[in-house]
């Protein structure tokens, strides 16, 4: 609905088996059950040198660890609920547009 062309993955394994990974440009990802989601996502990322910008959002936020993300390297941790208009204004940050 804004424009971007979006790709749906079921896990973080089916995505990194896909041609897709490397094609990416920016990744909108949940946190997970205790934040094991998003350390997998940027371990794996990392391991495969790979620099996508990650936008994460979560139900229950942690100020430690959206603190950790961001220093990771993720470009926001966005609480649900949140407006269309945030995750678009991430989204363009990410892809600096």
């Not at 989601?37 to 994460?56: C, Y």
Request: glycine share 6%; aromatic share 6%.
């Amino acid at each position: 609905s804004m424009g971007f062309q979006a790709e749906q993955f079921s896990s973080l394994d089916d995505f990194f088996a896909s041609s897709l990974c490397r094609k990416a440009r920016c990744i909108i990802s949940d946190v997970g059950v205790s934040g094991s989601t998003s350390k997998r996502l940027h371990q794996r990322l990392t391991s495969r040198g790979l620099d996508i910008p990650v936008i994460f959002m979560t139900a229950l936020p942690s100020q430690a660890r959206d603190k950790k993300l961001m220093e990771d390297g993720a470009i926001r941790v966005l609480p649900k609920p949140f407006r269309g208009t945030a995750l678009e204004d991430c989204i363009r940050a990410a892809l600096q547009i």
